[in-house]
C-alpha cells in the first residue's frame, strides 16, 4: 500500500470520529436545553398501580391535583344574618270585656272606701258615732274633705227623712249617691275619630305612672275598636322607652315613629304626625317623657311638644297618667300639668286592691275633667275605658 492510499483511510477515520464526537456533544447540549425549559413543581412520574392501591392514584400528583380541584373552595365570608320572622299579631280584648273585668277586679278589693260602704250598710243601727267613722274612713279613701262632707250630708238626710231600716234600701240610696258624686253626665268618650286629618292624643305625666305602658295598652283599645293606630316615641331621655312602645306596638301591627337618643322631643312628634297624615291613619298616639311637675322648664318643654305638633293638625286629646296610688302627690301632678298643656282627660293606673278609689271624685272635681281610662294590673289588656256605674257597683259588691 503506497503512502498516498495510507493517508486517505486515515483522514477518513479522523473525520468520522470527529462526526461521533460532535453528534454526542449536541445530544446532550438537546438534553440540557430541554431540562431547563420544563416547569419546576412537574408531577413526578407516575408509579405502577399496586396491590390494594385504587386505579386513580396509579396518576400520582396529577390524580391527587385534579381532587382537589374539584373540592369547593374554602371561603372566609361570615354567615348571612336572617331576621326572624315577625311574631304574630295580636288580636285585643275586646272593650266590653275589659269593662267586666273591671268590675271583678274591684269587686274583689279591700280599699278603704269599699270598707267604708261595707261599713255603713253593715251596721243594725246607725247612729252619730256610726256617721262618724264612716267620714272619717271616706276621707282616708281619697275622697276629700268637700266630697266627702257632701256625700254624708246627702245620706244622712234621706236615711232620716226615708225611715231606712233595712241594708237593701240603704244600699240601693247609697249607690244612687255615688253615681251621681262620681258624675255620669261628664263626656268620657276619646277624640279618635278621624275627621280631615288623623285624631292626634298626647299623653303626658310624671315619671313612674306607667305612661309609655299605657300608651302601648291604649293602642291595643283602639285597635280592638278597628282604628288605624301609628305611634309616636317622643319620650327621648329615656333609653328604653322607644324600644319598649315599639314593641308594645309590633304586637298588634301598629307602627311606631322614633328618633335617636336624646333627640327633641318635639321633632320627634312633629315627625310621628306627618307620618300618620302621609299615611292617613285614624289616630296618633304621640307619647312623652315622664317629667317632675315642680321642673318649671321640662313642663316648658311640654308645652313646646304641643305647639309643635298643632302646626300640621290639632291635638285632640291631651291625657294625664296618674297614679291611682299617689292620692293627693296625684292631684298636685294634675294641676301644674293642666296648666302647661291643658288636659282632656285623666287615665288612673293601679287602681286596683292597693288603691283608694275616691280619688277618681277628687281628680275630677279638681281639674273639672273626667276620668277616661282606668288601669287595673299588668296585663297587657287590663286598660278599660271608666264607666262610673260599673265603677260604683263593683265597690259596693263586697257589701252584697
Same mark, same amino acid.
Given at each position: 500500500m503506497d503512502a498516498a492510499t495510507l493517508w486517505l483511510i486515515t483522514g477518513g477515520v479522523l473525520v468520522v470520529a470527529f462526526l461521533i464526537v460532535g453528534l454526542v456533544a449536541a445530544n446532550r447540549r438537546a438534553a440540557q436545553r430541554r431540562r431547563q425549559a420544563e416547569p419546576r413543581g412537574r408531577a413526578q412520574p407516575s408509579r405502577p398501580a399496586g396491590p390494594g392501591r385504587p386505579d386513580s392514584e396509579a396518576d400520582g400528583g396529577t390524580a391527587v391535583a385534579d381532587r382537589q380541584r374539584a373540592r369547593p373552595p374554602t371561603t372566609t365570608t361570615p354567615?348571612?344574618?336572617v331576621e326572624p320572622e315577625a311574631p304574630p299579631v295580636e288580636a285585643p280584648e275586646a272593650p266590653e270585656r275589659r269593662l267586666t273585668r273591671l268590675r271583678r277586679r274591684l269587686a274583689g278589693s279591700n280599699n278603704a272606701l269599699s270598707r267604708g260602704l261595707l261599713m255603713l250598710i253593715s251596721r243594725d243601727k246607725i247612729d252619730d258615732d256610726t256617721w262618724d267613722d264612716f267620714e272619717e274612713t271616706l276621707i282616708t279613701s281619697d275622697l276629700g274633705v268637700a266630697?266627702?262632707?257632701?256625700?254624708? &250630708? !246627702?245620706? !244622712?238626710? !234621706?236615711?232620716?227623712?226615708? $225611715?231606712?231600716?233595712?241594708? $237593701?234600701?240603704?244600699?240601693a240610696i247609697l249607690r244612687a249617691e255615688l253615681v251621681q258624686l262620681v258624675d255620669p253626665n261628664l263626656d268620657r268618650a276619646l277624640a279618635t275619630? !278621624?275627621? &280631615?286629618q288623623p285624631a292626634v292624643i298626647l299623653v303626658v305625666g310624671v315619671n313612674g305612672t306607667g305612661k309609655t305602658t299605657t300608651v302601648g295598652k291604649l293602642a291595643r283599645v283602639l285597635v280592638a275598636e278597628d282604628k288605624d293606630v301609628l305611634l309616636g316615641a317622643a319620650d327621648t331621655f329615656r333609653a328604653a322607652a322607644a324600644d319598649q312602645l315599639e314593641t308594645w306596638g309590633s304586637r298588634v301591627g301598629v307602627p311606631t315613629v322614633r328618633g335617636a337618643e336624646g333627640a327633641d322631643p318635639a321633632s320627634v312628634a312633629f315627625e310621628a304626625v306627618r307620618a300618620g297624615i302621609e299615611q292617613e291613619v285614624d289616630v296618633v298616639l304621640v307619647d312623652t317623657a315622664g317629667r317632675l311637675h315642680t321642673k318649671t322648664g321640662l313642663m316648658d318643654e311640654l308645652g313646646k311638644v304641643k305647639r309643635v305638633i298643632e302646626r300640621q293638625a290639632p291635638v285632640r286629646e291631651v291625657l294625664l297618667v296618674l297614679d291611682a296610688t299617689t292620692g293627693q302627690n296625684g292631684l298636685a301632678q294634675a294641676r301644674i300639668f293642666a296648666e302647661v298643656v291643658d288636659v282632656t282627660g285623666i287615665v288612673l293606673t293601679k287602681l286596683d286592691g292597693s288603691a283608694k278609689g275616691g280619688i277618681v271624685i277628687q281628680v275630677q272635681r279638681e281639674l273639672g275633667v273626667p276620668v277616661k281610662l282606668v288601669g287595673l294590673g299588668e296585663g297587657a289588656d287590663d286598660l278599660a275605658p271608666f264607666d262610673p256605674e260599673a265603677f260604683v257597683d263593683a265597690l259596693l259588691e263586697p257589701a252584697a
Open positions: 354567615p348571612e344574618l266630697p266627702t262632707t257632701e256625700l254624708v &250630708e !246627702r245620706l !244622712r238626710t !234621706r236615711f232620716r227623712v226615708d $225611715g231606712v231600716s233595712d241594708p $237593701g234600701t240603704a244600699k275619630e !278621624r275627621l &280631615e
